[in-house]
């Protein structure tokens, strides 16, 4: 089977690692149509099955077919598998740049963040798995700063759509000179499904949480054993900072509990929570704290966009209307589906995921369709941010508009546009500092920038009053 060859005795732009899994599939189209776009001149698939993924990438990237004028054609395919160090450190060393796109990232994420600590290679991936971030911070930070690379997790739509937002409201206001003091985001999204590695994410923190419950209530004697095993581990990082400072960390908690149960926002009236707020929160206040305007923000995030009119009594019988809704269908499916979970949980877990990769609704279809056939365009990330100055005096807002659906199409889009951002601080001479948010290592009017040459439509403006 003969491939391209990638250029001799020079690393690529760009790895794509876990290129057969769908955020890596859709990656691969995004770079065959659109590399250029980002300066990004060379490009392999990375995967543990080459014959799968030239099975699923298919020949159009790796073998035949004409190039599109934005796009470049895929290097040699790597063979690399989470669980061979060798073969993890090899694929780092061939590139500038590795995006990591298999999840979960608890179970297959650690051995390449190491690899490319131990290459020097920067790293990006699409995880919002927050704590093992966090961990992998504590394990690695320290290496990777000594390397001067960037390790920047989190960079798809968990989380950088609602960080660039806020931090370039508190910008807006800083050039008025004014402090942001309150700000919220609202996140509208169309079309999409969710990827398999974040439904296999969500279902491994739910028999993860399961353990934890019976491992206290049925065995005593587990879970003290388990305790002294995971203390050894906390001891052996003890006074090792994670991503997410100590600061950010007990705002985000502050903010997430009056996120999820309080409903009515002093800005924008009555609104749901956004469902990726646990996610984004301590991201959002980590790069507040870095960039210096943590002090005295106050976040929340909120979901879609709240008819605020005197009608809807301020999008009071909206809300009341959805949560009457949630607790109905809620009232119907968790008394059947959380003892089953707890008795077979790993049944229930594959019933789960098999009805999903089912596609009802044909939704995973349709949103594949349009990426892996040209990378077109196939919903909508749309996320508004409004922010209040410290003095009243000011409100900022942005607007983050992206012609494609979040879990796929965008997530693509954003972790490349990170990777293509840091590509270009390379080629100026800049080095990385270790693990950071994607906002802060880049800076958000930079990244801005590049997420316009990437087609993605950002405005801003502040006002004196809402």
């Known amino acids: ?19 057969t899994g769908d955020t890596g599939r859709c990656c691969c189209h995004y770079l065959f149509n659109n590399a250029k776009r980002l300066n990004i001149a060379s490009w392999a698939p990375a995967a543990r099955n080459l014959s799968k993924l030239q099975k699923l990438v298919g020949d159009a990237i790796t073998q035949q077919g ?64 927050t704590p093992w971030v966090n961990l992998m911070a504590k394990k690695y930070n320290e290496s990777a700063k000594s390397k001067s690379i960037s ?10 759509p609602s960080d660039i937002t806020i931090a370039l409201c508190a910008a807006a206001l800083k050039a008025q000179n004014e402090t942001i003091t309150f700000a919220e985001t609202h996140h509208a999204l169309k079309g999409g499904a969710m990827p398999t590695g974040t439904l296999k994410t969500l279902l491994k923190a739910l028999r993860d949480a399961r ?71 301590p991201i959002v206040h980590t790069t507040a704290q870095c960039l210096g305007y943590g002090d005295s923000l106050v976040y929340r995030e909120r979901s879609g966009n709240n008819d605020v009119t005197a009608l809807s ?41 098999n009805w999903l990769e089912s596609d009802p609704g044909n939704a995973k279809a349709k949103a594949f369709a349009r990426l892996l056939k040209g990378f077109r365009s196939n919903g909508e990330t749309k996320v508004t941010a409004i922010a ?46 270790g693990f950071e948010t994607a906002v802060v290592a880049v800076g958000p009017h930079m ?10 439509v950002i405005q801003s403006q502040v006002r004196a009053k809402l």
């Open 1 to 19: 089977m003969a491939m391209a060859a990638s250029k001799i005795g020079s690393k690529l732009d760009v790895v794509v690692f876990g290129a």
């Open 66 to 129: 004409d190039v599109p004028t934005d796009g470049v054609r895929s290097s040699t395919p790597i063979c690399a598998d989470s669980t061979d160090y060798a073969s993890m450190l090899a694929m780092a060393r061939s590139a500038k740049m590795i995006v990591a796109c298999a999840g979960p990232f608890a179970l297959y994420g650690e051995n390449v963040i190491r690899a490319c600590v131990e290459a020097g290679t920067d790293y990006v991936d699409i995880t919002g798995e």
């Open 151 to 160: 390790i920047l997790s989190q960079s798809a739509y968990d989380s950088v």
């Open 211 to 281: 353990a934890k419950v019976l491992s206290t209530l049925i065995s005593y004697q587990f879970a003290v054993t388990k305790s002294a095993e995971e203390t050894q581990s906390r001891e052996s990082l003890r006074g090792k900072a994670g991503l997410v400072p100590k600061m950010a960390a007990k705002a985000s908690s502050r903010d997430l509990r009056w996120n999820m149960l309080w409903p009515r926002s002093p800005i924008s009236g009555w609104t749901l929570p956004g469902f990726m707020a646990a996610v984004n929160m």
């Open 313 to 353: 009594g301020y999008g009071f019988v909206s809300v009341v209307g959805k949560l009457v809704g949630l607790t109905l269908l809620g009232a119907v499916i968790m008394p059947l589906l959380v003892p089953a979970f707890l008795l077979f949980p790993d049944r229930v877990s594959g019933a789960i995921e």
């Open 388 to 433: 209040a100055s410290e003095s009243g005096k000011a409100f900022a807002e942005v607007e983050f508009v992206c012609a494609y659906d979040a879990g796929l199409g965008f997530t693509v889009l954003s972790a490349l546009t990170v990777a293509a951002a840091v590509l270009e601080k390379r080629r100026r001479g800049e080095g990385g500092n």
């Open 447 to 456: 990244l801005k920038e590049w997420y316009e040459k990437a087609g993605v």
